[in-house]
């Protein structure tokens, strides 16, 4: 099983995530034929790159794609949780009311079209786009089903010292500590 999780890892990152789509996650580890141990490592990744724990409903494009950029680049954490954003939308953030026609980017900036032919490029975007179809428009794709909502519970403790083990991910349940 390691050595089928090591060639995995390594074929995730030569997938064209864009070739899944309208597979589900589940269906993708049927099809690629994993051992159930592999199965349940790979299930623990996709619920904690993407917050979704709903195989059998998500998209193999989003899942595979969310593994293979964290493989690739790491994880980009919101420092100091969401306030922090609306913290900065204030002091040294750009904000620009501008209509969006197309998005892209190379992994390390992002790239907005304006419908005034505009091209703003920045490190991070933060977009809101009126839903699923104004989505799939800007993506360049078609409109897409986001499937139902996603649940996630939080609890913060305050300890006197740090604790052994640092990190802990549930395989076979959807916990993360």
Known sequence: SKLQVA???RRISTIDPAALA?????EWLNDIGVADDTRSLMLMLGRLSTYVDRPDVVSAELVVG???????????????????LVDQLSHGVRVVGADATSIGGDGDHCEVVTTDDRTLTARS???TVGGPDA???????????????AYASCLD?????PTAPRGLM????????
């Open 157 to 161: 403790l305050g300890i006197r010292r």
């Open 135 to 149: 989505a799939a428009r800007l993506l360049g794709r078609a409109p897409f089903d986001v499937g139902p909502p």
């Open 7 to 9: 060639k995995l890892m």
């Open 170 to 177: 549930g395989i076979d349940q959807p916990l993360y500590l």
């Open 66 to 84: 969310m593994i293979a950029a964290a493989l690739d680049r790491g994880v980009r954490y919101l420092d100091c949780g969401w306030q922090s």
């Open 125 to 127: 975007v933060v977009l």
């Open 22 to 26: 309208g597979t589900t996650f589940t």
